[in-house]
């Protein structure tokens, strides 16, 4: 064989063997729960993993009296100072807070409108409110219903820390309306509670505090969906949990799995943490043995995105959870759980005794 053959039949092999590389690269999609760059980490850098906060949010909240209604000017004051504490709460929904401006339970409520619609980076954020219909009850206190005219600019890269412009920016336009309870006399008045419901946070007021205080239950609820949302985030998972059936447990990653099926785009999931929110009355089921509760839980997941962006989404998945008293401790036992959500259906109860002794 001469040598331009012998050339010429390397040359093929090494084309061939180039091209049965390339074919196996593309066809290949790690797992985001073990990848921590996902399909793209050759070719870029990760960014920044961390959700940013965004440095001196420019906050604009405006607040006047309908032209038919007369109202004090105390009352237009603490509406102004309400909402851009609102305001406030949407452009860092994680820091702490304190006010003067209204109850514990109405911060709270407040609190979670903000998580709940921390899906975005909110770096201007323009409030006007127009206050009508105020109602003095004998009791004292003076109900207003405040309309919102809200306008956001919104960046849904959660790591960003930069916005000197308004590049790659969305705009998101809303009205709301809140019936403000007020409580106080003179110029000394406080938001006593806010009723309002919300499309844009996906949660109406009550959603926080509008249950019976009853930790018998809510706590061990908390904390069962505080190991779903490890299980999807790869956070620490007890192996025998005090809270849950060991059933339970093994569904919470069975339902990290499908979520991750069903949402392509999360390429890797850097945090994910769980609310339980919107408790409902509890109800005695089985001779009065176990308590069954409807609740809601909202999922916050922080994740790498096909986009090569930290993004952020929010899954609410409403459940029916049972719970069972435990004779060592004065909390209960979560001992099933009944929702169905991202194909995956779960429908177990399994009480750790017999209800009733022969």
């Known amino acids: 064989m001469s040598k331009r053959c012998l050339q010429i039949i390397t040359a093929l092999l090494c084309v061939l063997l180039l091209a049965g590389c390339g074919a196996k690269a593309q066809s290949t999609r790690q797992n985001p729960l073990e990848s921590p760059a996902g399909a793209k980490a050759e070719r870029f850098d990760p960014p920044e993993t961390a959700r940013a906060a965004v440095e001196h949010p420019d906050i604009t909240v405006s607040v006047r009296w309908a032209e038919e209604a007369e109202g004090q000017e105390a009352i237009r004051t603490l509406a102004a100072e309400y909402f851009t504490l609102m305001g406030t709460i949407l452009a860092a929904p994680e820091a702490s807070y304190e006010s003067v401006c209204c109850s514990e339970e109405v911060l709270q409520e407040l609190t979670l409108y903000g998580w709940m619609a921390s899906t975005n980076l ?12 105020p109602e003095t009850y004998p009791d004292g206190t003076v109900r207003v219903t405040a309309g919102l005219k809200t306008a956001l600019k919104s960046c849904r890269d959660i790591s960003r820390t930069s916005f000197t412009s308004d590049a790659n920016l969305e705009s998101i336009d809303f009205s709301e309306e ?10 000394n008045w406080t938001v006593a509670w806010d009723a309002f419901s919300s499309d844009f946070g996906r949660m109406e007021s009550g959603y926080a505090t509008n249950h019976r205080d009853d930790a018998f239950c809510a706590e061990p609820i908390r904390s069962y969906f505080s190991l779903r949302a490890n299980a999807l985030d790869g956070g620490y998972v007890a192996g025998n949990p005090e809270f849950c059936i060991g059933a339970l447990r093994s569904d919470a990653f069975d339902f990290a799995q499908a979520l991750l099926k069903d949402r392509p785009e999360i390429l890797r999931v850097y945090r994910a943490e769980s609310r339980a929110v919107n408790l409902g009355q509890f109800r005695r089921i089985d001779g009065d043995a176990a ?26 998945i409403p459940h029916t959870i049972t719970t069972f008293p435990q004779a060592d401790s004065d909390q209960d036992l979560v001992v099933g759980d009944l929702y169905k959500q991202f194909g995956h259906a779960c429908s177990i109860v399994e009480y750790p005794e017999p209800l009733w002794s022969d």
Do not use: K
């Open 291 to 316: 308590t069954q509760v409807p609740v809601d839980e909202c999922i916050r997941v922080e994740y790498l995105s096909e986009n090569w962006m930290v993004e952020c989404s929010i899954f609410v």
């Open 178 to 187: 809140h019936r403000l309870t007020l409580s106080g006399a003179g110029e």
């Open 122 to 133: 909110y770096p201007r954020i323009s409030i006007q409110v127009t206050l009508s219909r």
